[in-house]
């Protein structure tokens, strides 16, 4: 793909896309282990805006170092809708491109705001009287009477960008005293706003060669001259001193790393989607969020394909229906009784837990034997009171005693 700004708008949507997908799959394969959900969803997020960011210091990028600007206009014209902001990019790009054509009709649809207009009347006097040399034009007077009017004006606007106010100030010195064949403060305005960053490194080169040239310093300006040629853009001073410049335009370090971090992920959340798990315990795992070394196995039976295990976990009952098959295990129904208290020796409350599980657990997964677990000193018979049962037996697990009844 030739245009490269497309291309990586092309991969940032990819990333943007592929994170939400992340995010998405996550949430409906993992939806019972809040830990690992949050942690892909954050994942997620720094891949969707870290795509947003990378793109964003990409496009202005290219304008610091005039790169792919003929890119920027092709993509930007044919957007059918442009933010202020990408207008902006747009005009600033045909006006370093001298695309005088498109610049006219960009001017005809759109009410230029004061920085362009600014940026519009200083691109009128490099062409005048820096390309063209016409220092004798009477239409300079007015030219800086106008820039000077809309210098007061934006200086005094509410959204002026401070750093904007001494570029410009810097340009209207430079022109002036240019124009006055002050060349000595020509030259001082450029170093001075150079000290202080506010000077495009292609601007500052240019014009201070042209200075050289122009007082017959012509070592000065060819040593300008050759180091504009690396430093690399493609603008209308390239255009107007017939150089070819050696640096071309780079895409998006940044954004393909990225795109090959989501692919990878992706990739991770769907091998972890379609994974057999080895264990009962790895499942409940990956499946659950469950500690696997808070696991304290009771008692398991397994038939068929299908089996229960049920175990001591963090002060309370975890029960867990699963299914097992030559590639591995797969929960299909977990459920945690926190009702389990070694101090309460309420019977009917124990009852009531009792049967709780029965009907909570066993009647949605028909599995039998049913094997409900109580714990305590002893096993009072009220407890089972109002529960047909086929066999109890009592258990020591990590320490506790656990009562296994077993259910007609």
Same mark, same amino acid.
């Given at each position: 793909?030739?245009?490269?700004?497309?291309?990586?708008?092309?991969?940032?949507?990819?990333?943007?896309?592929?994170?939400?997908?992340?995010?998405?799959?996550?949430?409906?394969?993992?939806?019972?282990?809040?830990?690992?959900?949050?942690?892909?969803?954050?994942?997620?997020?720094?891949?969707?805006?870290?795509?947003?960011?990378?793109?964003?210091?990409?496009?202005?990028?290219?304008?610091?170092?005039?790169?792919?600007?003929?890119?920027?206009?092709?993509?930007?014209?044919?957007?059918?809708?442009?933010?202020?902001?990408?207008?902006?990019?747009?005009?600033?790009?045909?006006?370093?491109?001298?695309?005088?054509?498109?610049?006219?009709?960009?001017?005809?649809?759109?009410?230029?705001?004061?920085?362009?207009?600014?940026?519009?009347?200083?691109?009128?006097?490099?062409?005048?009287?820096?390309?063209?040399?016409?220092?004798?034009?009477?239409?300079?007077?007015?030219?800086?009477?106008?820039?000077?009017?809309?210098?007061?004006?934006?200086?005094?606007?509410?959204?002026?960008?401070?750093?904007?106010?001494?570029?410009?100030?810097?340009?209207?010195?430079?022109?002036?005293?240019?124009?006055?064949?002050?060349?000595?403060?020509?030259?001082?305005?450029?170093?001075?706003?150079?000290?202080?960053?506010?000077?495009?490194?292609?601007?500052?080169?240019?014009?201070?060669?042209?200075?050289?040239?122009?007082?017959?310093?012509?070592?000065?300006?060819?040593?300008?001259?050759?180091?504009?040629?690396?430093?690399?853009?493609?603008?209308?001073?390239?255009?107007?001193?017939?150089?070819?410049?050696?640096?071309?335009?780079?895409?998006?370090?940044?954004?393909?790393?990225?795109?090959?971090?989501?692919?990878?992920?992706?990739?991770?959340?769907?091998?972890?989607?379609?994974?057999?798990?080895?264990?009962?315990?790895?499942?409940?795992?990956?499946?659950?969020?469950? +500690?696997? @070394?808070?696991?304290? $196995? /009771?008692?398991? %039976?397994? =038939?068929? *394909?299908?089996?229960?295990?049920?175990?001591?976990?963090?002060?309370?009952?975890?029960?867990?229906?699963?299914?097992?098959?030559?590639?591995?295990?797969?929960?299909?129904?977990?459920?945690?009784?926190?009702?389990?208290?070694?101090?309460?020796?309420?019977?009917?409350? +124990?009852? @009531?837990?009792?049967? $709780? /599980?029965?009907? %909570?657990? =066993?009647? *949605?997964?028909?599995?039998?034997?049913?094997?409900?677990?109580?714990?305590?000193?002893?096993?009072?018979?009220?407890?089972?009171?109002?529960?047909?049962?086929?066999?109890?037996?009592?258990?020591?697990?990590?320490?506790?005693?656990?009562?296994?009844?077993?259910?007609?």
């Amino acid at each position: 793909m030739k245009n490269k700004i497309q291309q990586t708008l092309y991969i940032r949507d990819i990333i943007m896309s592929g994170s939400l997908l992340i995010a998405i799959i996550s949430i409906l394969r993992f939806y019972n282990n809040v830990l690992l959900v949050g942690v892909t969803i954050l994942s997620a997020l720094i891949l969707f805006i870290g795509s947003y960011k990378a793109m964003h210091v990409y496009m202005q990028k290219q304008f610091t170092e005039k790169m792919n600007l003929e890119n920027i206009i092709d993509f930007y014209s044919k957007k059918k809708r442009l933010y202020l902001q990408e207008k902006a990019d747009l005009f600033n790009a045909l006006l370093w491109c001298e695309e005088d054509e498109r610049i006219a009709d960009y001017i005809k649809n759109n009410a230029l705001p004061l920085e362009q207009k600014l940026s519009y009347e200083f691109y009128k006097l490099d062409k005048k009287l820096i390309k063209e040399n016409d220092i004798e034009n009477d239409m300079y007077p007015e030219a800086f009477l106008r820039i000077q009017g809309l210098l007061e004006a934006y200086k005094n606007c509410k959204k002026k960008d401070n750093d904007v106010v001494k570029k410009f100030h810097a340009y209207f010195d430079f022109y002036q005293s240019y124009y006055n064949k002050q060349y000595d403060s020509a030259l001082a305005a450029i170093d001075e706003n150079v000290s202080k960053g506010k000077l495009n490194e292609t601007w500052r080169i240019y014009h201070k060669g042209i200075v050289y040239k122009q007082i017959g310093d012509i070592d000065k300006a060819d040593s300008c001259f050759v180091h504009f040629k690396t430093c690399g853009g493609h603008t209308r001073f390239q255009k107007w001193l017939g150089i070819e410049s050696d640096t071309k335009g780079q895409s998006s370090i940044a954004m393909w790393s990225l795109m090959v971090a989501t692919v990878l992920y992706l990739v991770v959340v769907l091998v972890m989607c379609n994974h057999q798990y080895s264990s009962v315990q790895e499942a409940l795992k990956w499946e659950y969020g469950d +500690n696997e @070394s808070n696991l304290y $196995l /009771i008692t398991e %039976s397994y =038939y068929d *394909g299908q089996g229960v295990s049920i175990y001591s976990y963090n002060d309370s009952i975890l029960y867990c229906n699963y299914c097992k098959n030559d590639h591995g295990y797969t929960i299909k129904k977990r459920h945690v009784d926190k009702n389990i208290k070694e101090d309460r020796n309420d019977s009917f409350f +124990n009852s @009531s837990t009792i049967v $709780l /599980i029965n009907g %909570s657990f =066993y009647k *949605g997964t028909n599995y039998k034997p049913e094997i409900i677990i109580t714990k305590g000193d002893s096993l009072d018979q009220n407890v089972i009171r109002n529960i047909q049962v086929e066999s109890i037996e009592s258990k020591t697990v990590n320490n506790e005693l656990y009562y296994l009844v077993t259910v007609e």
